[in-house]
């Protein structure tokens, strides 16, 4: 008879906890010979199994997936499964390829005066949902199935608001209504097939202005009004400034915001479409 080895060694000889042999074993992947003390002891050959379990956790198949492979998959349906295993982390692959591009783009450490980076350009088209209006969630299925499948993606998918425009001068009193949803470029949705229904809208803007927001600001959360304003003002001061009209709806994009006290850092990218 070979060898019995302590949990305690077996795991410290394969690298593992003992709690990892404990979690196999309630899946029936592991059995141990269990002593009237309690004790559970292990033979050499069940090796061969832990790493067999390891090697598939790495993979990404869960502790139930790896106990139905081990225990009751023919050879001939190994195949297909690691087929579609393979698929699931290619798609892992690609989301974190958007994200490390996403993270390439934000700035680093806030300024901590006022004001911005601007440039008149026309921005990628991009897909966007609404889910509220003034403060006010306005939900519906779609709406719900949109954000429930779209938040896999984040954080290339970003907060976003959506401001009426009542006329062409680029002043306050000029913008209506905000809306808030999400949005997502069109480039990376489409690398990533990321879901689409009827709720959701393909905004193609033309020739914007294009404001880049990278400061910190005293909160305002008590004050949607001046929330707005905070967001607004500079933009639009640029448009007076320069003679541009605003020829569209605005959208505001937070691409982060951190909260210290009575301050945010905002990371933010409004798009004002614009003539002139």
């Known amino acids: 008879m070979g060898r019995h080895y ?16 404990k979690h196999h074993e309630k899946y029936g992947l592991l059995k141990p010979h269990v002593a009237e ?14 790493v067999q379990c390891i090697r598939l956790q790495n993979m990404g198949f869960t502790s139930r997936e790896i106990a139905d492979i081990l225990n009751h998959t023919a050879s001939a349906d190994m195949a297909a499964l690691f087929e579609e295993k393979r698929g699931l ?8 390829q958007e994200i490390l591009a996403y993270m390439d783009q934000m700035s680093g450490p806030g300024k901590t005066d006022k004001g911005g980076d601007w440039s008149v350009l ?9 889910n509220a209006c003034e403060g006010q969630f306005e939900g519906s299925e779609g709406r ?7 938040n896999d993606y984040m954080p290339v998918v970003e907060t976003c608001s959506r401001f009426e425009r009542l006329d062409s001068r680029p002043e306050i009193k000029s913008v209506g209504r905000w809306y808030m949803g999400l949005r997502i470029g069109k480039a990376a949705a489409d690398r990533l097939g990321i879901f689409i229904n009827g709720e959701v809208r393909l905004i193609e803007p033309e020739k914007c202005l294009v404001y880049h927001v990278r400061e910190r600001r005293k909160r305002s ?28 709806d605005i959208f505001s ?24």
């Not at 302590?6 to 042999?21: P, R, W």
Request: aromatic residues 14%; proline residues 5%.
């Open 89 to 96: 982390i290619a798609g892992k692959c690609r989301l974190y």
């Open 221 to 248: 959360l008590n004050s949607p009004q001046r929330a707005v304003e905070l967001i607004l003002e500079e933009p639009l001061g640029i448009c007076a400034r320069h003679g541009f009209t605003v020829e569209g």
């Open 253 to 276: 994009v937070q691409r982060f915001c951190s909260t210290a006290q009575d301050e945010n850092y905002m990371e933010e990218m409004v798009l004002v479409p614009v003539e002139g």
């Open 37 to 50: 003390s309690g004790y559970r002891y292990y033979e050499f050959h069940q090796a061969m199994l832990v």
């Open 122 to 130: 026309r921005p990628e088209p991009f897909y966007y949902v609404e």
């Open 6 to 21: 302590k949990i305690g060694e077996f795991a410290k000889n394969l690298g593992v906890s003992a709690g990892f042999l």
């Open 144 to 150: 719900y199935e949109a954000a429930l499948k779209w």
